[in-house]
């Protein structure tokens, strides 16, 4: 069994986090992290948007855009998917 000088393995948390968080914070890190977080974004616009639309009235959506729905959240129903299930 080998023994381990209990310095040495203070030591080890230490140099890995420190070198960790160099790794973390380098500008091409930061700027490759910023654009692939844009990219998401407009990404999951389109797909909130559906989400939303399919939740409105038909004449809601044929009338103002989907992002009404954050100053009047109460247009959310879910009668067309009622609808939809009851026809098919």
Do not use: C
């Not at 930061?30 to 559906?50: C, D, E, R, Y």
């Not at 939303?52 to 954050?70: D, H, M, N, Q, V």
Request: hydrophobic letters at 50%; a positive charge; aromatic letters at 10%.
């Amino acid at each position: 069994m080998t023994v381990v000088d209990p310095s040495v393995v203070e030591a080890l948390p230490r140099r890995g986090r420190a070198a960790a968080f160099g790794r973390r914070m380098r500008p091409s890190r930061l700027v490759l992290n910023l654009v692939l977080g844009a990219i998401a974004v407009l990404w999951l616009v389109p797909t909130v948007s559906l989400a939303i639309i399919s939740l409105r009235p038909e004449a809601l959506y044929e009338t103002s855009g989907w992002w009404k729905i954050f100053t009047a959240p109460s247009q959310l129903t879910f009668h067309n998917y009622s609808a939809l299930l009851k026809s098919g």
